[in-house]
């Protein structure tokens, strides 16, 4: 699994790779090892 965040248009590629979106909400800031999560799972993505 990687993390994609922050500013910049390289970042693209690795979302393009992604096979689910995590949802997090806007103020979160940290979350504990663990910790529950809604995920997004891309239908077709590329494994």
Known sequence: M??????GSHLVAHLARA????VVPQDVTELPAGAEVDVVLIEGALQ
């Open 2 to 7: 990687s993390q994609v965040g922050g500013p």
């Open 19 to 22: 096979n689910c979106l995590v």
